[in-house]
Every structure is written in structure tokens, then in C-alpha cells.
């Protein structure tokens, strides 16, 4: 049982069918706590939700079980001070406790802001204030307790901390408080377009954005499980995020429980290919969704130690994949990688749907819940094979689940919004079979001497050399060309620095792409700074963010 056709037509096979007949309907009074957990805890109860396991042991939630866990959590919630509107901070990593408080936030009409365990003191005042954070509940770890505190002095909007895994003094303890509260809650009133989440992304300068989200919002992640993971009814879903990041509101709850598919978590405190290769296969995972460093080190182990087969469908965004990992992980699975974009601010945008063939490197085709556009600076659309930014249609349909606007930030809002188009910062350019080729953040690309050049199709070519195990592109100030193309790279194992590998990297570059992008400056590093969901943090290496702003 799945609950798609009360929201979409189709399903569609037929690539055309899902091209021109796909349509999402929202209803005015929707949310997802009770039109969805509670639906299937009624009419399902027994239907699995979550698959949930650390390195020591496991539970299996079913929809009966997390609906009458995000009733009890509304209750404790309710008890100290939070209602429809208030903002609630979840610092929750992978632990369990995430969906059904989670769940109980949306029944409630409060704001959910999810946030990784790795803010600071700074951080968390910024955020406390920025949104009138109400309560906090994170995990029960000293260092994260040590920061919440530390911010509560000057965030006089706080009423209230709890955590989860037991509790210090003047904490809440959340597990055993909801133990009191009632298996039962009167359906609040909700509209589809009143405020659900707020996610806090970087920007290039200045504190990191408040991206508001409606409760509509989930409805548009049916195409990103259906068509873009091809998750399958009552099939264990991965996709390796932390909850503190938007990919988890992608991957690991709303698209995938409307689609029916079941949330598999793997609580890992520290990645480990071996060890997520090892859950895989104990748990039969069906569908797989990772950014590109997680194949990465999955393709340094040999593959013929586990068994892979229960994997249907794998999927990849947020950088650029080599070739040479692409292959490999076709000829060891027999899986074609599909590549998807999208922001917090979306859903996925675009994406290599099953019936076309992957073009490694390409991110794919629209999804027909935008109309997408590439455009000049003017707003104006570019020829095929031109760079352009990527822009939304917004001039006669809002669609569901683009944002908002920043919260409390109409300046910057209306700086993206304007002229009918939501212009998503991103450059990219379209081939004449209509696929997509991402370029770079249109504040990224590199101007040298006239030349306008995206770090995503440098990052490409460098990742093609089989001394390369990863790499990011930035823009280096230059006296004469203004800005030179910068290359930081790690290298695989059994290769080292020199002088020498610079040179043969750099004329790897020119031989692979137009000769002018070439990088005129190498690094080689041991480590790349990362987001703890594995996405290189380029604004380090750029040296415009010296904290957590852009984690």
C-alpha cells in the first residue's frame, strides 16, 4: 500500500506520459503528520516506516507505532510552551527520535529548523535569534550540550532544552517524558501554505540564509523518490545523509513514505565504506541514494566481499563524478548511475529519469513540476550549448515545493524573485538532446582574462586522471588576468606530490577541456574540508568562511 495516487496522477512508465501528465495535487488543509503517518497508521498499521540501526543494534518502527509516538511527542512539546508557529531547533544526527518528533512538529503547526551537530556557540546565537528559536533538542552529548548552553545567555527566545538518550541537569529528557503524554491528539488546523521548516543555507557573504518552507512542501519530494530514486513500495530506502541537512527531507522521510517505501538509517558516527557496504547487504537495501564521495570510497573496496544485489536503483548529485568511478560502479553492479540538482530551496529540479540513459556529468532533464529556463543576466534565454543561469518560471504557476523566501529577509528574497523567474544562482548549459551539464554557483565562476570559467567542467577533467581521488576548483585573485583557476586536490593512494604531477595534471586539463581552463595554481592536500554529508566545503578553501556558516 502507498499513498501516491491521493496526490499524483500516474504513476507513469512511459517517459513521455510522466513528461506532460504529471501533476501534484495539494490540498488546502494538508499535513503531513496526519494525512500521511496517521493515514497509514489507520489503514496500514502494521506497514513498515523506518528501519533504523547503529554498529550495536536495531529497531523497526511501524506507521502505527510513529504516529502514536508523534502524538506523544506533540503532547511534551504542547506541555512546555510550543504551539502552531513556534520554532523548534533539532539537533538530532541520525537517532531515531528524529521522524516522530519531527512528525509531531508538523501536527502541531510549529516550525521544525534541523541542524547539524556541528555548530558552535557563534552559531547557534546567530540561528537562536535569527529565527526566535523557542526550545532546542538535540542528542545527549556533552559537546553539544556545552555549545547550546553557552548560546543561551544571548538568545532570550529559548524557553527550554531537551535531549534525547537521557538528560543532564536542566535538561528535558525527552524519552522519558513522552512515556506520559497520550497515544492520541486532536487534529490541529493547518494550510498548505503556512510555515513548516526553516533550513539555514550559505550564501557567499554575510550570515547563512533562512530558507522557509510550507507544509506543501513535502508533496513535491513524490517526484524526487518515484521518478529520481525509484524507490519501491514496502523496499528499504538509504539515502547517507545526516538530519541536519536538507538531503534528509529529500531522502529520508516525505517522498519516501507517501511513495511507500520504507526510511533505512545507519547511525554512524564515523563513515566507513566497509561498514555501510556491510548494512547493504544485511538489511537487502533496494534503493540507494549518495553524493559522489560516498562512491568514491565505496569503489576502494572490492565490491566482490559483499552482496550488492538487492540495489535496484542507485542515484548521485551535488558534484561531479568521474568517469572513471561511474564505470566502475556499472561494471561491479550492473547499476547506470542517474544524476539529479536541485537547493534547498527545491525539490529535485532536475534529474536523469530511468528511461533515458545516463550521461556522466549530466545532471539530467527538468522534472515536469518546474519549467525550467536557462538565462542570460537580463533574464533573457540562451541558445543550446550557451551557458546561462537556471531560472524558474514562477509568471503563472507557483509551484509546490519552491521555498517561500528567506525568512525575514524580503530584500534577498525579492534579489532572487523577480520578473516572473526564481533565479536559483546556478549556472548550467543544455545540449542538443536537452540535457543539462551543471557549470558552477554564478558567484563561482572564474574570470580570467575575459575568459568566463565554470570550476564544475575543470573538477571533471581532473577527476578523469588516475592520480586524482578528489578536488574542488576556486578562483585564485591574479595582478594581471584577475582571476587564476585554482586546483586543490587529494590524491589516491600510491601517488605524491611534485612538480612534476602538477605539470601532468595541468596538461591532462588542457587536453580533456579548452586549453584557457587549465589550473595555473595546484595544491595538493592529505584532507578536503567537508560538510559531515560529504560535500567539500569550497567556501573554506576559498577562504570566505573561517566557521560553521556554510555546514
Request: net charge negative; aromatic share 12%.
Given at each position: 500500500?502507498?499513498?501516491?495516487?491521493?496526490?499524483?496522477?500516474g504513476?507513469?512508465d512511459?517517459?513521455e506520459?510522466?513528461l506532460?501528465?504529471?501533476?501534484?495535487?495539494?490540498?488546502?488543509?494538508?499535513?503531513?503528520?496526519?494525512?500521511?503517518?496517521?493515514v497509514?497508521?489507520r489503514?496500514?498499521?502494521?506497514?513498515?516506516?523506518?528501519?533504523?540501526?547503529n554498529?550495536?543494534?536495531e529497531?523497526?518502527?511501524?506507521?502505527?507505532?510513529m504516529?502514536?509516538?508523534?502524538?506523544r511527542?506533540?503532547?511534551?512539546?504542547?506541555?512546555?510552551g510550543?504551539?502552531?508557529?513556534?520554532?523548534?531547533?533539532?539537533?538530532?544526527?541520525?537517532?531515531?527520535?528524529?521522524?516522530?518528533?519531527?512528525?509531531?512538529?508538523?501536527?502541531?503547526?510549529?516550525?521544525?529548523?534541523?541542524?547539524?551537530?556541528?555548530?558552535?556557540?557563534?552559531?547557534?546565537i546567530?540561528?537562536n535569534?535569527?529565527?526566535?528559536?523557542?526550545?532546542?533538542?538535540?542528542v545527549?552529548?556533552?559537546?553539544?550540550?556545552?555549545?547550546?548552553e553557552?548560546?543561551l545567555?544571548?538568545?532570550?527566545?529559548?524557553?527550554?532544552?531537551?535531549?534525547?538518550?537521557?538528560?543532564?541537569?536542566g535538561?528535558?529528557?525527552?524519552?522519558?517524558?513522552?512515556?506520559?503524554?497520550?497515544?492520541r491528539l486532536?487534529?490541529?488546523?493547518?494550510r498548505?501554505?503556512?510555515?513548516i521548516?526553516?533550513?539555514?543555507?550559505?550564501?557567499?557573504?554575510?550570515?547563512?540564509?533562512?530558507?522557509?518552507?510550507?507544509?506543501?512542501y513535502?508533496?513535491?519530494?513524490?517526484?524526487?523518490?518515484k521518478?529520481?530514486?525509484?524507490?519501491?513500495?514496502?523496499?528499504?530506502?538509504?539515502?547517507?545523509?545526516?538530519?541536519?541537512w536538507?538531503?534528509?527531507a529529500?531522502?529520508?522521510?516525505?517522498?519516501?513514505?507517501?511513495c511507500?517505501a520504507?526510511?533505512?538509517?545507519?547511525?554512524?558516527?564515523?563513515?566507513?565504506a566497509?561498514?555501510?557496504?556491510?548494512?547493504?547487504?544485511?538489511?537487502?537495501?533496494?534503493?540507494?541514494?549518495?553524493?559522489?564521495?560516498?562512491y568514491?570510497?565505496?569503489?576502494?573496496?572490492?565490491?566482490?566481499?559483499?552482496?550488492?544485489?538487492?540495489?535496484?536503483y542507485?542515484?548521485?548529485?551535488?558534484?561531479?563524478?568521474?568517469?572513471?568511478?561511474?564505470?566502475?560502479?556499472?561494471?561491479?553492479?550492473?547499476?547506470?548511475?542517474?544524476?539529479?540538482?536541485?537547493?534547498?530551496?527545491?525539490?529535485?529540479?532536475?534529474?536523469?529519469?530511468?528511461?533515458l540513459?545516463?550521461k556522466?556529468?549530466?545532471m539530467?532533464?527538468?522534472?515536469?513540476?518546474?519549467d525550467v529556463?536557462?538565462?542570460?543576466?537580463?533574464?533573457?534565454p540562451v541558445?543550446?550549448?550557451?551557458?546561462?543561469q537556471?531560472?524558474?518560471?514562477i509568471?503563472?504557476?507557483?509551484?509546490?515545493?519552491?521555498?517561500d523566501?528567506?525568512?525575514?529577509?524580503?530584500?534577498?528574497?525579492d534579489?532572487?524573485?523577480?520578473?516572473?523567474?526564481?533565479?536559483?544562482?546556478?549556472?548550467?548549459?543544455?545540449?542538443e538532446?536537452g540535457?543539462?551539464?551543471?557549470?558552477?554557483?554564478?558567484?563561482?565562476?572564474?574570470?580570467?582574462?575575459g575568459?568566463?570559467?565554470?570550476?564544475?567542467?575543470?573538477?571533471?577533467?581532473?577527476?578523469?586522471?588516475e592520480?586524482?581521488?578528489?578536488?574542488?576548483?576556486?578562483?585564485?585573485?591574479d595582478?594581471?588576468?584577475?582571476?587564476?583557476?585554482?586546483?586543490?586536490i587529494?590524491?589516491?593512494?600510491?601517488?605524491?606530490?611534485?612538480?612534476?604531477?602538477?605539470?601532468?595534471?595541468?596538461?591532462?586539463?588542457?587536453?580533456?577541456?579548452?586549453p584557457?581552463?587549465?589550473?595555473?595554481?595546484?595544491?595538493?592536500?592529505?584532507?578536503?574540508?567537508?560538510?559531515?554529508?560529504?560535500?567539500?566545503r569550497?567556501?573554506?578553501?576559498?577562504?570566505?568562511v573561517?566557521?560553521?556558516?556554510?555546514?
Open positions: 500500500m502507498n499513498l501516491y495516487n491521493r496526490f499524483a496522477t504513476p507513469f512511459r517517459l506520459d510522466y506532460t501528465k504529471l501533476k501534484i495535487t495539494v490540498p488546502e488543509d494538508f499535513n503531513f503528520g496526519y494525512d500521511v503517518v496517521d497509514y497508521a489503514e496500514a498499521p502494521d506497514k513498515k516506516a523506518l528501519v533504523w540501526c554498529d550495536e543494534t529497531r523497526t518502527f511501524t506507521f502505527a507505532e504516529s502514536e509516538l508523534s502524538n511527542a506533540a503532547g511534551f512539546f504542547r506541555r512546555h510550543i504551539g502552531k508557529g513556534d520554532a523548534v531547533m533539532l539537533i538530532l544526527k541520525r537517532r531515531y527520535q528524529y521522524w516522530y518528533a519531527l512528525t509531531a512538529l508538523h501536527k502541531l503547526g510549529a516550525v521544525a529548523i534541523p541542524a547539524t551537530h556541528l555548530l558552535t556557540k557563534k552559531d547557534l546567530y540561528r535569534n535569527a529565527a526566535s528559536v523557542k526550545m532546542i533538542l538535540t545527549n552529548e556533552e559537546e553539544i550540550r556545552t555549545h547550546v553557552a548560546a545567555p544571548q538568545s532570550p527566545t529559548v524557553q527550554a532544552v531537551a535531549s534525547v538518550g537521557g538528560a543532564a541537569d535538561w528535558l529528557d525527552f524519552d522519558a517524558e513522552i512515556q506520559n503524554e497520550s497515544g486532536e487534529r490541529v488546523a493547518t498548505k501554505n503556512e510555515p521548516l526553516i533550513y539555514f543555507t550559505s550564501g557567499t557573504s554575510g550570515h547563512p540564509k533562512m530558507v522557509l518552507h510550507n507544509h506543501a513535502p508533496l513535491g519530494h513524490i517526484v524526487t523518490a521518478y529520481w530514486q525509484n524507490v519501491e513500495d514496502d523496499g528499504l530506502h538509504l539515502t547517507v545523509s545526516e538530519t541536519g536538507a538531503k534528509a529529500w531522502g529520508k522521510i516525505y517522498g519516501q513514505w507517501i511507500g520504507v526510511v533505512f538509517v545507519y547511525d554512524m558516527e564515523h563513515f566507513h566497509a561498514a555501510l557496504l556491510e548494512k547493504i547487504q544485511k538489511y537487502r537495501v533496494s534503493t540507494f541514494c549518495a553524493p559522489p564521495t560516498i568514491r570510497f565505496m569503489m576502494l573496496e572490492d565490491l566482490s566481499h559483499y552482496d550488492f544485489s538487492s540495489v535496484k542507485s542515484v548521485v548529485a551535488g558534484e561531479p563524478l568521474s568517469p572513471e568511478i561511474f564505470k566502475s560502479f556499472y561494471e561491479k553492479t550492473g547499476l547506470s548511475l542517474k544524476e539529479g540538482y536541485g537547493q534547498t530551496e527545491l525539490a529535485i529540479t532536475v534529474m536523469t529519469p530511468a528511461q540513459p545516463s556522466p556529468g549530466s539530467g532533464i527538468p522534472v515536469p513540476l518546474y529556463k536557462l538565462v542570460d543576466e537580463n533574464g533573457n541558445a543550446a550549448g550557451e551557458n546561462g537556471i531560472a524558474i518560471d509568471s503563472k504557476e507557483y509551484p509546490v515545493s519552491l521555498f523566501g528567506y525568512y525575514r529577509d524580503k530584500e534577498r528574497t534579489s532572487v524573485m523577480h520578473d516572473g523567474l526564481y533565479y536559483t544562482g546556478d549556472i548550467a548549459w543544455k545540449d538532446e540535457y543539462l551539464w551543471f557549470v558552477g554557483r554564478a558567484d563561482d565562476v572564474i574570470k580570467s582574462s575568459y568566463r570559467i565554470g570550476p564544475f567542467e575543470v573538477e571533471s577533467a581532473l577527476l578523469e586522471h592520480a586524482v581521488f578528489e578536488c574542488a576548483v576556486t578562483p585564485a585573485p595582478p594581471i588576468r584577475g582571476q587564476v583557476v585554482k586546483a586543490t587529494r590524491l589516491h593512494e600510491g601517488f605524491s606530490p611534485s612538480e612534476e604531477l602538477k605539470k601532468e595534471l595541468q596538461r591532462h586539463v588542457k587536453e580533456t577541456t579548452a584557457y581552463k587549465y589550473p595555473r595554481i595546484i595544491e595538493f592536500v592529505d584532507e578536503m574540508p567537508k560538510t559531515i554529508s560529504g560535500k567539500i569550497r567556501a573554506v578553501i576559498k577562504g570566505t573561517k566557521d560553521n556558516d556554510d555546514v
